[in-house]
């Protein structure tokens, strides 16, 4: 019996919707290099400076990279616009910080919580899965624009109940001295300490911050793995089916409203998960840790990543990171070490009303990484890294334009 | 029992009613024609059937159960699938990606294969263009993704909504012809038409839909002959 040569292989039918064989190769070269990096990152920081700065430093960092990963799901999957992303990552931090802090000494209940960390980050995490289900449940009829502003408000209205229920999560002075995690003695086991056969030797949480940088890469890697196969599953083929059109969508048999949910829940569930980890890094919880410019930053660092390219988000995160805690922070000094090494020295004075190079860098500061956000929007409007599918999508767009164009044009 | 039937069902946008206790019915292997002028209703009957639309009186039965509450992923499982009014295809997406788009709510990856062929054997044109972007696509070729789209769910009932709107004379004889072929394999077919005289000839049986009531019904002959009907549609 004769067969059409497709049937013999309907494992690559799927794969072609998601363009993986042209996608493969560019995201293994950006995965290999972020391996590389990571691997070679605290060895060759600490070499180089002296000190473990860079890699704490590239632990925080983390945490935006697992931010923009999970809002990647809800903004760049489904297509919905989420302006409270930082909501989430708000509930999974408290919810970590209550339950392993003495905070909880102090509330109502009378009684401190030290719930290891280990359990903590998946209670994080599923909390606020289910804060994204109850606030997706009323509000995911409403499309585009309405979402977005429900968001916003939903982002508003949350540290504004961490700061107002002072009673539970004292308010403005914030939760300290939240528990560091702790490897189960299972894994240190007897051999671990001062011995000479330590297999994790230093792997303390409360003095190293490459501790927490192996924590926050292991994190990524789970999080990269678990979304690559989401994106990949029938659900994210109904993630993109609805980005591209609701209605027809529907008319395909997918439940929308159930669909959508799911992005939403499954992108703040990162955030919890994120959240979580902040909270032990950080040792520090604090309501105005997650204002609106939190969810922003992170929103930004997806669109500038390339929408929709887990690579690329990963990488967009990493860059508005760097711009943000780097370039800007250490700008006044660098200009004015600049201006002394050219030669003008004299513009680092004040003078009259010049308040020094330093001082006007500073000031200047948002002013630069508006420009640049503004210029990396210019050069690549898809994105740093944008997926095949968007890419498409924008020469399509600029296809039918051409064309339109064309018709307008009389025939000779 | 017919396989599809709607018994009086009325339906409104806001205030506005767009449905007047309509009854028709679609039978296994018929071809059943909508005709009307614009604003007849012709659409909201077909979004009410397919569950885009919930109806606010009467009752809607399909393949022997009621479906009149359900939701539209829910009856394009039970086999109700259609090419909804302005194609709307995955105009970003390849053509062959649509198809698959089409077949979400199947699993059996051989049968999808299979029957992305069988609609590649009804439209030449599209095998051609496989992974061409839709959006890309000749307006004739778009109705025709968009009926080969709605065929992946292999449909128990195929609606059609406007097939001919906006297409050549020579592509609209093509659109009827695959209609008729695709009922000839054994898919009844429900089809919405303002080209009343084309859409008259495939079909077996017709009613005509006039301010959200049905007016006139008989088989699709009968329809053509009927003076009221060639006054009204089809211009003579």
Known sequence: MSEPTTVKKPGSLWARLHLRERIKDRDTAIYGVLLVVVLVWPMSTYYATGSSFLTSQAAHAGTWVLLAIGLNVVVGFAGLLDLGYAAFFAIGAYCYALFASFQLQSSPLHHAYHLPFWLMLFVGMFVAAAAGAILGFPTLRLRGDYLAIVTLGFGEIVPQLFLNLDQWTGGINAIGSIDQPSLPGWITGPWAGATSIAILPNFNFSYDPTAYYVLVVIMIIIAVVLVTNLHRSRLGRAWMAIREDEVAAAAMGINTVTTKLLAFSIGASFSGFAGAYYGASFGLVSPDSFLFVVSITVLVMVVLGGMGNITGVIVGAIAIYFVLNNVLVSLPTNAESFANAVGLGFITKTNGDWPGLAEEARRLQFLLYGLILVGMMLLRPQGLFPSRVREQELKHDAVVEEETVAEQVPAR | ?236
């Open chain 2, 1 to 236: 029992m017919s396989l599809l039937e709607l018994k009086e069902v009325s339906a409104f946008y806001g205030r506005i009613q767009a449905l007047r206790s309509v009854t028709l019915e679609v039978d296994q292997g018929e071809v059943v024609a909508l005709i009307g002028s614009n604003g007849a209703g012709k659409t909201t009957t077909l979004r009410t059937i397919s569950g885009l639309m919930h109806p606010a009186g009467g009752s809607i039965n399909f393949d022997t159960r009621d479906i009149t509450n359900t939701g539209p992923e829910t009856i394009v499982q039970r086999g109700i699938c259609q090419s909804p009014e302005g194609r709307r295809l995955f105009v970003r997406m390849s053509v062959q990606d649509n198809l698959l788009m089409g077949a979400y709510i199947r699993t059996d990856k051989p049968g999808i294969a299979a029957d992305i062929e069988r609609v590649f054997t009804l439209f030449p044109r599209l095998k051609e263009r496989r992974t061409q972007i839709s959006g890309t696509l000749s307006g004739g070729e778009q109705q025709m993704l968009a009926m080969g789209r709605a065929l992946m769910a292999r449909p128990k009932l195929l609606m059609l909504d406007e097939p001919s709107l906006g297409l050549a004379p020579i592509l609209v004889e093509t659109i009827f012809t695959i209609v008729r072929e695709i009922n000839a394999q054994g898919t009844p077919v429900l089809l919405v038409e303002q080209n009343a005289h084309k859409a008259l000839e495939v079909a077996h049986r017709g009613y005509v839909l006039e301010t959200g009531s049905i007016v006139k019904t008989g088989t699709g002959k009968e329809l053509l002959e009927s003076e009221d009907v060639q006054k009204a549609y089809l211009g003579m």
